[in-house]
C-alpha cells in the first residue's frame, strides 16, 4: 500500500519495534531462570507502535515518563539494552545503578524520567516536568504515559485541572490495553472512552489506533505541534493491548485465548514488515539482518549483565534523599 512516510522512517520503526519485542522475550526467558531477574515484571509486548510513533513525532530532548511497563519506552528513548538488562538484573551498571529493578527505570541523560510503581502517581509528576520546562523557557515537551487503570485516579483529575490552568507543554497519552491488572475497562467506570475524561476540562482529546505507528505519529505530532506553540495539554488515548499477562505471574484467566489471538493478527511489528515489503522499502533478506543485529544486540545484553559487579554496600543510602546543599531556587 502506498504511504505518506519514508523508507528511513519505516526501517526506523522495524528495527525499534523488534528491538523491544526482543528484549522482552528474552528478559522474560531469564526471568523465569531462578535467581536472574527478581521482583515485578510487566512487558511491553504488542504496545511496541505506541513507542515507536511516539519517537518520530518528538525530538530527542522532549522528556518520558510513565508507569511500571517501561522497559520498551526507556529502549526507545536510548537507554542501552545492556543498561536495562543490567537494571533488570539488580547490577551496578543498570540505568538505575541496579536500584530500580524492573518498574524504576531511569535516565537523565536520555530525558527518561521513570518507570513509577505507584499507580498513577507519573501522571502529577509529568506535568511537574511540563511546568519545570516552561518555567525554563524551552520548547521541550513532555509525554506523558499512563494506563487505563490508572486513569481511574484522583490523580488525573487534579492534574488535569492545573495542567489545562497553566497551559502545560504535556501530552498525556493513556495506553488503553483494555485491562487494568485483571479488570477489564467496562467494570472501573460508566465512562469506556477514556479520552473523554478530557471533556470536563476543556482540552483536546482523542481516541488512536495504538497497533500502527503511522496513527500514533500523526496524533503525538499534532498534539507536540498544540504544545510547543504555548497552546497547553493533550489527552491521547491509544487503544492497544499486551499479549502477554499483566506481570510474568499473571494466570490471564480473565480473557480468552480467542481474543489474545485476534489481537496479534493485528501485530503492529508484522503490519510494519508488511508495508516495508510491499513498498519495495526492504526486501525479507535484509529484515531477516535487522532481525539478526537486534537478536545479538540483546545476547549481548544478558552477557553483559551477567558479568556485571553488584552495586557496593556503600551505595545502600545514596541517591535516597538529596543532598542538603542542593539550590532549591536558582536566580
Known sequence: ??????????????????????FELK???????????????????????????????????????????????????GVSANACM??????????????GGSMHFFSVEHKFFGGHGIVGAQIG????????????????????????????????????????LWKLPVIFICENNNYAMGTSIERTSNVIDIYKL?????????????????????????????AREGDGPTLLEMKTYRYKG??????????????????????????????????????QSELDAINARVNAIVDESVKFAEESPWPDDSEVLKDVYIDQNYPFIVD
Open 198 to 226: 478530557a471533556d470536563a476540562y476543556e482540552m483536546p482529546a482523542d481516541k488512536i489506533d495504538g497497533m500502527t505507528p503511522e496513527a500514533v505519529h500523526d496524533a503525538v505530532a499534532r498534539a507536540v505541534k498544540r
Open 125 to 164: 509528576t509529568g506535568a511537574g516536568l511540563a511546568f519545570a520546562e516552561k518555567y525554563k523557557g524551552t520548547q521541550n515537551v513532555v509525554l506523558c504515559y499512563f494506563g487505563d487503570g490508572a486513569a481511574r485516579q484522583g490523580m488525573l483529575h487534579e492534574t488535569f485541572n492545573l495542567a489545562m
Open 27 to 77: 528478559s522474560e526467558e531469564m526471568y523465569k531462570m531462578a535467581g536472574k531477574i527478581r521482583g515485578f515484571f510487566h512487558a511491553y509486548i504488542g504496545q511496541e507502535a505506541i513507542a515507536a510513533g511516539c519517537m518520530t513525532a518528538t525530538q530527542s530532548d522532549d522528556p518520558f515518563i510513565t508507569a511500571y511497563r517501561d522497559h520498551g519506552l526507556a529502549l526507545a528513548k
Open 246 to 283: 499483566h506481570s510474568v505471574s499473571d494466570p490471564q484467566k480473565y480473557r480468552s485465548k480467542e481474543e489474545v489471538e485476534e489481537y496479534k493478527d493485528q501485530d503492529p511489528i508484522n503490519k510494519v514488515a508488511s508495508t516495508i515489503l510491499d513498498n519495495g522499502f526492504a526486501t
Open 86 to 99: 543490567a537494571e533488570l538484573y539488580g547490577k551496578a551498571t543498570g540505568c538505575a545503578k541496579g536500584k
Open 1 to 22: 500500500m502506498a504511504t505518506k512516510f519514508s523508507k528511513e522512517t519505516y526501517l526506523y520503526w522495524y528495527e525499534l519495534m523488534q528491538l523491544i519485542r526482543q
